[in-house]
T-cell receptor, first 114, second 111 residues
Framework: NAGVMQNPRHLVRRRGQEARLRCSPM?????VYWYRQLPEEGLKFMVY????????ESGMPKERFSAEFPKEGPSILRIQQVVRGDSAAYFC????????????FGPGTRLTVL | AQSVAQPEDQVNVAEGNPLTVKCTYS??????LFWYVQYPNRGLQFLLK??????LVKGSYGFEAEFNKSQTSFHLKKPSALVSDSALYFC?????????FGAGTRLTVKP
């Protein structure tokens, strides 16, 4: 059973470009979470999605950021018109609504904005 | 390779009593240590971190953690537990390229 997969592992963009980060949850998991990790910091929650539904987006910046988790395919975190401050590691986690709701984390995507 | 261990799957305390959630770590070099909390149907929320400085770190919601280098521990504490503190708690350690989480400890505070 493959774990949570994220691609690409490293992504370089120039200011103003779009960044698309993909997350494939573990098999059987229907819930996905996105986190951002800035240098020297811990993880900061961004958004929690279920298939075709956003459950909690309280941590998402109001502009330029969006996330989706379609019925088929991976979850996508999209950052439009990237700026240097978007440079960070972005982690995805997945879970199933089990008794302990444990999250399993992917390896992360490191975004560098030039 | 770095790692963290949370030796207790479950911690039960009575409301008003002090609580401790244990975490031990293994790293090469200086550790960056974190505690996160997960409430039901929510994502992880940052509680506190230790990078350098004072060994006693104060965080959100009245929680604190004590970094103990000789015991390689970073236990989470609160002087007086609330029922609303009931949640899943994760200890984590990071280096520049990776972040490792403990398995989590479920804290139940009973009225």
């Amino acid at each position: 059973n493959a774990g949570v997969m994220q691609n690409p592992r490293h992504l370089v963009r120039r200011r103003g470009q779009e960044a698309r980060l993909r997350c494939s949850p573990m098999k059987g998991h229907s819930h996905v979470y996105w986190y951002r990790q800035l240098p020297e910091e811990g993880l900061k929650f961004m958004v929690y999605l279920q298939k075709e539904n956003i459950i909690d987006e309280s941590g998402m910046p109001k502009e330029r950021f969006s996330a989706e988790f379609p019925k088929e395919g991976p979850s996508i975190l999209r950052i439009q018109q990237v700026v240097r401050g978007d440079s960070a590691a972005y982690f995805c986690a997945s879970s199933t609504l089990g008794s302990n709701n444990e999250q399993f984390f992917g390896p992360g995507t490191r975004l560098t904005v030039l | 390779a770095q790692s963290v261990a949370q030796p207790e799957d479950q911690v039960n305390v009575a409301e008003g009593n002090p609580l401790t959630v244990k975490c031990t770590y293994s790293v090469s070099g200086n550790p960056y240590l974190f505690w996160y909390v997960q409430y039901p149907n929510r994502g992880l929320q940052f509680l506190l971190k230790y990078i350098t400085g004072d060994n006693l770190v104060k965080g959100s919601y009245g929680f604190e953690a004590e970094f103990n280098k000789s015991q390689t521990s970073f236990h989470l504490k609160k002087p007086s537990a609330l029922v609303s503190d009931s949640a899943l708690y994760f200890c984590a350690v990071r280096d520049p390229n990776d972040m490792r989480f403990g398995a989590g400890t479920r804290l139940t505070v009973k009225p």
